[in-house]
């Protein structure tokens, strides 16, 4: 049975940091693209960062570019979100996702989803 499991999300105060983490399990992790959306309240999911299977590609939204780093370690099938100088904006539910095409995942079509874990920004 195909999970993503993510962790990591809480309440934290502008400029703080959090590291989020997805616990991938019942695929092989190495062949697949994995990616982090966000669902703020009463927006439209978005995309956030994504990395190819390879660790050759990624994606960052504009507003996040040099802020947040993605990173995956497929021996232990994790992939974790590291968000550093968090704004309000931020807050949202954080999504992990996989999907063995790039364009798909991209694009938010992927294969497999986590249930998502809320960060929220607030002073």
């Known amino acids: 049975q195909v999970q993503l499991v993510e962790s990591g999300g809480g309440l934290v105060q502008p400029g703080g940091s959090l590291r989020l983490s997805c616990a991938a399990s019942?695929?092989?992790?190495?062949?697949?693209?994995i990616g982090w959306f966000r669902q703020a309240s009463e927006k439209e999911r978005e995309g956030v960062s994504c990395?190819?299977?390879?660790?050759?590609?990624?994606y960052y939204e504009d507003s996040v570019k040099g802020r947040f780093f993605i990173s995956r370690d497929n021996a232990n099938n994790m992939v974790y979100l590291r968000m550093n100088s968090l704004e309000p904006e931020d807050t949202a539910l954080y999504y992990c996702?996989?999907?063995?095409?790039?364009?798909?995942?991209?694009?938010?079509?992927?294969?497999?989803w986590g249930h998502g874990t809320q960060v929220t920004v607030t002073s």
């Open positions: 019942g695929f092989t992790l190495d062949d697949y693209a």
């Open positions: 990395i190819s299977s390879s660790e050759s590609t990624f």
């Open positions: 996702a996989a999907d063995d095409n790039w364009g798909q995942m991209v694009a938010g079509m992927n294969d497999y």
